[in-house]
């Protein structure tokens, strides 16, 4: 069983920036990708940024040149920087952990960013 634990939501003004982390228990980390998905207020969830085993990245178009996802395997976390935040970005950010074999998804319980402007 995987738990994730993320952090580092709030409250911040249009053009600051964020720092959220997401912690995985268990031993299956640094072997499978890992994301951040958000859910908008009335919204469906969307995927935010990915990344792989090998540090291969990608990005929702909305947050290109602003979020930069990041994982440092030995401390079983991945990070996600959100700088020049928009009102837009508020959400419910969740962390995520897809494993393979078997096909699994793994959620963490969701951090809450609020951007004002």
């Known amino acids: 069983q995987v738990q994730l634990v993320e952090s580092g939501g709030g409250l911040v003004q249009a053009g600051g920036s964020l720092r959220l982390s997401c912690v995985a228990s268990g031993s299956i980390f640094r072997t499978n990708t890992v994301a951040w998905y958000r859910q908008p207020p009335g919204k469906q969830r969307e995927l935010v940024a990915r990344i792989g085993t090998g540090g291969s990245t990608n990005y929702a178009d909305s947050v290109k040149g602003r979020f930069t996802i990041s994982r440092d395997n030995a401390k079983n976390t991945v990070y996600l920087q959100m700088n020049s935040l928009k009102p837009e970005d508020t959400a419910v950010y969740y962390c995520?952990?897809?494993?393979?074999?078997?096909?699994?998804?793994?959620w963490g319980q969701g951090t809450q960013v609020t951007v004002s402007s």
């Open positions: 995520n952990l897809l494993r393979l074999f078997p096909r699994t998804d793994y």
